[in-house]
Nanobody, 123 residues
Framework: QVQLVESGGGLVQAGGSLRLSCTAA????????MGWFRQAPAKEREFITA????????VYADSVKGRFTISRDNAKNTVYLQMNSLKPEDTAIYYC????????????????WGQGTQVTVSS
């Protein structure tokens, strides 16, 4: 449905920070809840966080709560993932996703996926 493109991935040392961006094409960005997932090699895709259409509701997986922050700027058609205190276990391909609600995203009822951006955390 809506086209999503991630950026901002890269190589960072443990304890460092990165900010990922996901920009949507089209005119209906504010109609979607947005979220982030990640997938490490040989692992299942894992829910990380989601944010409601207005930004008023956010949900986080326990593994990232307190370290990662999701936000959105509907005027820029962009959702962000600020990642702090990064650990080697955070190494994965990170995907943004669009869905009807945060609950839909959490349960993998996804309308659109981005192509992914690689995050590598070295020890």
């Amino acid at each position: 449905q809506v086209q999503l493109v991630e950026s901002g991935g890269g190589l960072v040392q443990a304890g460092g920070s990165l900010r990922l961006s996901c920009t949507a094409a089209g005119r209906t960005f504010s109609s979607y809840a947005m979220g982030w997932f990640r997938q490490a090699p040989a692992k299942e895709r894992e829910f990380i966080t989601a944010i409601s259409r207005s930004g008023g509701i956010t949900v986080y997986a326990d593994s990232v709560k307190g370290r990662f922050t999701i936000s959105r700027d509907n005027a820029k058609n962009t959702v962000y993932l600020q990642m702090n205190s990064l650990k080697p276990e955070d190494t994965a391909i990170y995907y943004c996703a669009a869905g009807a609600t945060t609950g839909s995203i959490r349960t993998l009822s996804i309308d659109s996926w981005g192509q992914g951006t690689q995050v590598t955390v070295s020890s």
